[in-house]
């Protein structure tokens, strides 16, 4: 603030002007923020000059996560990663970290299949977590119809049926129908008969399909 300083005597008075400054202030709130992809947050600061004067504010994002209006709304961009709000003002700047995050994501493909017995078939899963960084993905397989490895090659067993494969990873899970046939099977007995005439002779014949199933 301003003010005098009078100094009185001998019916005489000298008056000397005084100004009384102070250090700038600037603060910043929120200054750690986690944020999903597409999320807004207000961010508030406050500055004040020398002479304790409000003073106004400058904004600026880093990092390539977001935006940043004039009136220091944060708005977080489509892809995971960290990066900085900063407010400028009065010779002074303050700094939040933001992290963005997105949902996780789990795909499989392809999601049928039909496999003969023995043979293989190769599933391929992407996962990426919350921070954008590709994850892990675990396999399993039901139902008997064979077995899958840690890469996502299914083998099928030697029995026909139908079971699921499914990929595991960062809280999801995805799944794929799957199929295993056989050859078709077709037997008869006896395959030679010899008869007296008048004789009879009954045959047998067995048939299964590719599924496996009585035909």
């Known amino acids: 603030g301003t003010g005098t300083v009078t100094a009185s005597a001998a019916g005489l008075s000298k008056t000397a002007n005084v100004t009384v400054t102070v250090d700038p202030v600037l603060t910043l709130t929120p200054t750690t923020v986690s944020l999903k992809a597409g999320e807004t947050r207000q961010f508030t600061a406050e500055a004040y000059d020398e002479n304790g004067i409000s003073a106004t504010v400058s904004w600026a994002a880093s990092g390539g996560i977001g935006t940043i209006n004039s009136n220091g709304q944060f708005t977080a961009g489509t892809s995971a990663g960290t990066g900085t709000v ?10 939040a970290n933001i992290t963005v995050t997105v949902d996780p994501v789990l795909t499989l493909t392809p999601t049928t299949a039909s496999v003969h017995a023995g043979g293989t078939q190769e599933f391929t899963a992407t996962a990426i977590d919350e921070n954008g960084n590709p994850a892990t993905v675990a396999w399993t397989t039901s139902g008997g119809i064979g077995t899958v490895n840690a890469n996502g090659i299914f083998t099928a067993g ?3 049926g139908t079971g699921t494969v499914t990929a595991s990873a960062v809280g999801l899970t995805r799944t794929a129908n799957v199929t295993v046939t056989v050859d078709p099977v077709l037997t008869l007995t006896p395959t030679t008969a010899n008869l007296q005439a008048g004789q009879i002779q009954l045959f047998s014949a067995t048939a299964y399909d590719e599924n496996g199933n009585s035909a």
């Open 86 to 95: 900063t407010a400028s003002a009065v010779g002074l700047s303050r700094t």
């Open 158 to 160: 030697s029995a026909a």
